[in-house]
């Protein structure tokens, strides 16, 4: 079966579902200019051992090598903006055919491309909070400071150490958001998988539980995932353009 049929397909299921969900990953935002983390040669974990730079036990001993490691990054989410594949979601979602985007990103693409109900449980760097007294302020001005001249953002409130909102190595995922996800999956008659390997629980185990409860799992990736196999539909396609070719589809109804 060729893609072009497989994107009327996918575009068939969306339309008769009574409840559609998307799942993301990197590879959404990758279009956009940021890396994803496991790709050979060019992901964030290619040169970085991850428990050394992006756990909590790392960041608390050494704050100054995440933000290091994390500079480049920074910089191109600052820069970034949504690509097509953002757009096509928040599209689906405005015509009443997406009700939720779990999302294991943390740029806020999907936001700014005009999704409403976004579920991100990796968390997200449009706030910060201090690891000594816990009081939270919003990212952009430590940000501007820190990609100016490179010093670790403190606290104004006790000069501690102000850590961005995201789930490291180690860390719980936001108890509340999980749930909403869980909730969302086991409603759901469809789940749209975009751009995500499923290699990370518990965010990658989520398409499974969708069809225990009886949904149809579509997979928009270029590469293979682990999901493959109990898939309705796998669509080999970049996201980017993919996912507005199946809006396009979904609209002329």
């Known amino acids: ?74 910089e191109l989410m600052v820069k970034a903006r949504p690509n097509p594949a953002h757009t096509a979601l928040a599209e689906l979602e405005a015509l009443g055919k997406l009700h939720a985007i779990i ?18 449980v990796h968390g997200h760097t449009r706030a910060m909070t201090c690891i000594r007294c816990f009081s939270q302020s919003d990212s952009k001005t430590h940000t501007e400071k820190f990609l100016a001249h490179g010093t670790v953002p403190t606290c104004e409130v006790c000069g501690g150490v102000m850590k961005p909102n995201v789930v490291l190595f180690g860390e719980m995922l936001p108890v509340s958001v999980m749930f909403e996800a869980e909730q969302e999956t ?8 975009a751009g995500s390997s499923l290699e990370v629980a518990p965010a990658g185990d989520l398409p499974l539980v969708a069809k225990k409860h009886g949904a149809k799992i579509i997979i928009v990736n270029k590469g293979a995932t682990a999901v493959d ?25």
Not at 55 to 67: C, K, L, Q, R, V
Not at 115 to 120: A, C
Not at 186 to 193: A, E, G, H, P
């Open 186 to 193: 086991k409603k759901c008659d469809v789940i749209l998988v």
């Open 103 to 120: 999302t294991q990103n943390i740029d806020g693409l999907h936001q700014d491309a005009g999704s409403q109900r976004v579920l991100e």
């Open 229 to 253: 196999g109990h898939a309705t539909i796998t669509l080999r396609e970049d996201v980017a353009s993919a996912l507005p070719k199946i809006v396009e589809q979904v609209k002329r109804g």
């Open 1 to 74: 079966m060729g893609n072009e049929q497989k994107i009327l397909q996918v575009a068939n299921l969306i339309k008769n579902s009574k409840h559609a969900i998307a799942l993301t990953g990197a590879g959404v935002s990758t279009p956009s200019g940021i890396p994803d983390f496991r790709s050979p040669g060019s992901g964030l974990w290619a040169k970085h051992d991850p428990m050394e730079v992006a756990s909590i036990w790392g960041f608390n001993a050494h704050p100054e090598t995440f933000y290091e490691w994390m500079r480049p990054m920074s």
